[in-house]
């Protein structure tokens, strides 16, 4: 899942950072104590060459600026994704603010890799923008490359919206797909079982 376009400041977009906790995992503001479990998740070009702005290598000088912008909350949220029963730290999630309006975005640490944690943090921050904030359409985008962060758009409702490109600091200029759930196909999902 890649993020866009820069963030711009929208205070209709302003939510807090609850501590979300999900059938497997315990969302919560990332911290000093995940800085370790952060670095080795993080320093993958596998995972970087999918975002817009992790770098690559990613080492503690990176996992500190972003453990300061994430407290700064000038990106929007920021969740670091932890298993319910050990702690452990899995990746992160966020709704970030975007010249398109709100955004999802996420990343998953390899060795977690296709076992639905993405799917899970995806359907807990979409409810959590609908429920805290007046927006209308929730937007996403994956690189083009990118077939698991597709299935988990198609999971949440997403729908495609349309090509574009995206400069990833790592991969240079990208084709993305992009994506878009509307507030009326969200109420309607929500009476549905989750899929």
């Not at 920021?78 to 992160?92: E, K, P, Q």
């Not at 969200?186 to 079982?193: A, E, F, G, K, Q």
């Given at each position: 899942?890649?993020?866009?376009?820069?963030d711009?400041?929208?205070?209709?977009?302003?939510?807090?950072?609850?501590?979300?906790?999900?059938?497997?995992?315990?969302?919560?503001?990332?911290?000093?104590?995940?800085?370790?479990?952060?670095?080795?998740?993080?320093?993958?070009?596998?995972?970087?060459?999918?975002?817009?702005?992790?770098p690559h290598?990613?080492?503690?000088?990176?996992?500190?600026?972003?453990?300061a912008m994430?407290?700064?909350?000038?990106?929007?949220?920021?969740?670091?994704?932890?298993?319910?029963?050990?702690?452990?730290?899995?990746?992160?999630?966020g709704?970030?603010?975007?010249?398109?309006?709100?955004?999802?975005?996420?990343?998953?640490?390899?060795?977690?890799?296709?076992?639905?944690?993405?799917?899970?943090?995806?359907?807990?921050?979409?409810?959590?923008?609908?429920?805290?904030?007046?927006?209308?359409?929730?937007?996403?985008?994956?690189?083009?490359?990118?077939?698991?962060?597709?299935?988990?758009?198609?999971?949440?409702?997403?729908?495609?919206?349309?090509?574009?490109?995206?400069?990833?600091?790592?991969a240079?200029?990208?084709p993305?797909?992009r994506?878009?759930?509307?507030?009326?196909?969200?109420?309607?999902?929500?009476?549905?079982?989750?899929?």
């Open positions: 899942m890649v993020a866009e376009a820069e711009t400041e929208d205070e209709s977009y302003a939510i807090d950072c609850p501590v979300l906790a999900t059938e497997r995992l315990v969302m919560r503001a990332p911290r000093e104590s995940d800085l370790e479990q952060l670095v080795a998740l993080a320093d993958n070009r596998h995972v970087a060459e999918m975002l817009a702005r992790m290598p990613y080492g503690e000088a990176e996992a500190r600026a972003f453990l994430a407290s700064s909350r000038r990106a929007g949220i920021v969740y670091a994704l932890t298993l319910a029963g050990t702690g452990t730290f899995v990746g992160c999630a709704l970030n603010t975007t010249d398109r309006g709100l955004e999802l975005g996420y990343w998953i640490g390899e060795p977690y890799w296709k076992r639905g944690y993405a799917t899970e943090a995806a359907h807990a921050l979409v409810d959590l923008a609908f429920q805290k904030t007046p927006i209308q359409v929730l937007h996403a985008s994956t690189r083009v490359i990118n077939p698991a962060s597709r299935r988990v758009m198609h999971k949440c409702g997403f729908q495609y919206a349309g090509q574009g490109m995206l400069n990833s600091i790592v240079g200029q990208v993305v797909e994506y878009r759930l509307d507030r009326k196909t969200w109420t309607s999902l929500r009476n549905w079982v989750h899929f």
